[in-house]
């Protein structure tokens, strides 16, 4: 069992910045691809960004490449996600999960064993 507990979300102008932590507790964290998603209300969760367990290989939704960076530091069992020239498009609840994939990513949600309860992000324009 992995719990993910999620945390930075606020409300922040356009064009600002903010950095989301996922802290995870339980089975070794660097055998996980940790991913994060996003739901705006009305829409469907989607993907926003996912690493693998090496922190080697990281993969970004089309909508927040160049803004956004992934990161992990898996001696503190973290995953982070760094998020600048944030656009009011991208006011949604976040959410961390993990997989057990080891080398491997997808954003496929279906596909996440553990989730986070997520952290809200405004941005007003």
């Known amino acids: 069992q992995v719990h993910l507990v999620e945390s930075g979300g606020g409300l922040v102008q356009a064009g600002g910045s903010l950095r989301l932590s996922c802290a995870a507790s339980?089975?070794?964290?660097?055998?996980?691809?940790m991913g994060w998603f996003r739901q705006a209300p009305g829409k469907e969760r989607e993907f926003v960004a996912a690493i693998i367990g090496t922190g080697r290989t990281t993969n970004y939704a089309d909508s927040v490449k160049g803004r956004f960076t992934i990161s992990r530091d898996n001696a503190k069992s973290t995953v982070y996600l760094q998020m600048n020239g944030l656009k009011p498009e991208d006011t949604a609840e976040y959410y961390c999960a993990a997989e057990l994939a080891g080398s491997s990513w997808s954003a496929d949600a279906s596909r996440y064993d553990y989730w986070g309860q997520g952290t809200q992000v405004t941005v007003s324009s």
């Open positions: 339980g089975r070794t964290f660097s055998l996980y691809t």
